[in-house]
């Protein structure tokens, strides 16, 4: 199993405004990914945090708006840029290893934006 | 693309009594894994059981099972002597066997116990 440490777990931002979210996993991981999810709604798929080369974005997201690093196995973090009220959401850090088929999670981070 | 369905936004259900909770889903793959995710109020999302694809038999863990039905697409979750504990929304997600591990999520059922 992996542990998932993300921080802040929750912040109240002016509109115009970055955050930088952080995701530590306790362990080596092959995979980790980005989750958006909108107030009452489900996970989704923000992109594919890659070690060493650039993330793999869904479509809908940019990497302009959420630009993500991943400089290790077990760090990686996510920026939401230039923020507006509709960026109002729990970001979730997820990962996992190659040969394991389960994910584990962060406890995620809920973003205001006024 | 692989999609994932619930088609019960909300469901209640008494301390003790069993519940099951509905999922369907879309994959033109053969190998795969599917999994049940809870998410109480704490944002924490906790794997309940998951099942291989391959695997004819159903996944059980304690008081939670699934009834997979591969050729009809059903995954569904039953909840056995249900807890307050377990209020929670619940979702259900398809992973691939190849390439990306990224999981497709279904838009989750808020469960309630009532004691």
């Known amino acids: 199993s992996a542990v998932i440490s993300q921080k802040p777990s929750r912040d109240i931002c002016q509109r115009g405004t970055s955050l930088t979210i952080q995701c530590q996993v306790d362990s080596q991981v092959t995979m980790m990914f980005w989750y958006r999810q909108q107030p009452g709604q489900s996970l989704t798929l923000i992109a594919t945090a890659n070690q060493g080369s650039e993330a793999t974005y869904e479509s809908g997201f940019v990497i302009d708006k959420f630009p993500i690093s991943r400089p290790n196995l077990t760090f990686s973090t996510l920026t939401v840029s230039n923020m507006s009220p509709e960026d109002s959401s729990i970001y979730l850090c997820?990962?996992?290893?190659?040969?394991?088929?389960?994910?584990?999670f962060g406890q995620g981070t809920r973003l205001t934006v006024v | 693309a692989q999609t994932v369905t619930q088609s019960q936004p909300e469901m209640s259900v008494q301390e003790a009594e069993t519940v099951t909770l509905s999922c369907t889903y879309d994959?033109?793959?053969?190998?795969?894994?599917l999994f049940w995710y809870k998410q109480p109020p704490s944002r924490q999302m906790i794997l309940v059981i998951r099942?291989?694809?391959?695997?004819?038999q159903n996944a059980t863990e304690n008081r939670f099972s699934v009834n997979f039905q591969k050729a009809a697409k059903s995954f569904s979750l039953k909840i056995s002597d249900s807890q307050l504990g377990d209020t929670a929304m619940y979702f259900c997600?398809?992973?691939?066997?190849?390439?990306?591990?990224?999981?497709?999520f279904g838009k989750g059922t808020k469960l309630t116990v009532n004691p």
């Open positions: 994959t033109s793959e053969n190998n795969y894994y």
């Open positions: 099942q291989e694809a391959y695997k004819q």
């Open positions: 997820s990962a996992g290893g190659r040969v394991s088929t389960e994910a584990f």
């Open positions: 997600a398809f992973r691939g066997q190849g390439g990306s591990e990224k999981l497709v």
